[in-house]
């Protein structure tokens, strides 16, 4: 009985560590667009300005 219990807290603690880390995944894919957008426009303004010179 205490190993059956055992492999259920197992099995139930893995599925929800899973479930964590995909929602954390999205989270991070999610900041980095946002990072990447937000670091391009100050990007092009930059090779903009050198180039009207």
Known sequence: MAKDRKRGGLSTSSSYSTDQLLRIHRRFCQLQAICKSSAALPQRKRS??????
């Open 48 to 53: 903009a300005a050198p180039s009207g010179n």
